[in-house]
């Protein structure tokens, strides 16, 4: 049954933002103990801001410069490295090759596996058809030479036939 004079709700509301009980909350600021104080020169504040704000600035582009300078570096070292790398490759089909088909490595030509490969073996087909040069064979090693006498000569025959002398 409800009963008009009794109260609804708890005698006692606690509330979140209510000030400790003790008495302890922060005061405001007073602003009359401000003007007591020592003034702040804002305008100087604001130029040492503006001059820090300049030399950040200089600071920024300094280190931008010495970034494009490492990144161009770095760039050129990562193309040495890459054409490094690619003479170090050609070098390995090559030698590859030189192995597999008994040519010696600097004979052989190209830039791609492929072509080292077929170049080597144009080199071998060839050489396998050309023989191996032999030196000239001397029938007596050790006996002189055959001198040749002045009839051995054609010219000197067609001298004689001309004119008729010997």
Do not use: C
Not at 71 to 77: K, L, Q
Not at 78 to 96: I, P, V
Not at 124 to 152: F, Q
Request: proline share 9%.
């Amino acid at each position: 049954m409800f009963r008009p004079w009794q109260p609804r709700y708890p005698r006692r509301i606690r509330t979140v933002d209510a000030p400790p009980v003790e008495g302890g909350g922060a005061q405001p600021p007073d602003p009359e103990a401000n003007e007591n104080s020592e003034q702040v020169d804002w305008e100087a504040k604001y130029h040492d801001a503006v001059n820090t704000s300049h030399e950040w600035e200089t600071k920024a582009k300094t280190s931008g410069e010495a970034v494009g300078k490492l990144t161009e570096r770095a760039e050129t070292a990562e193309k040495a490295l890459a054409d490094m790398k690619t003479a170090q490759q050609r070098l390995d089909w090559r030698n590859t090759a030189a192995k597999a088909t008994g040519i010696p490595a600097d004979l052989i030509r190209g830039d791609s596996e492929e072509e080292i490969n077929a170049h080597a073996e144009a080199l071998k087909s060839y050489l396998s058809t050309i023989g191996r040069p032999t030196a000239p064979t001397v029938p007596n090693p050790s006996g002189t030479p055959k001198t040749k006498s002045r009839n051995d000569n054609p010219n000197t025959l067609l001298l004689k036939q001309l004119f008729g002398t010997n």
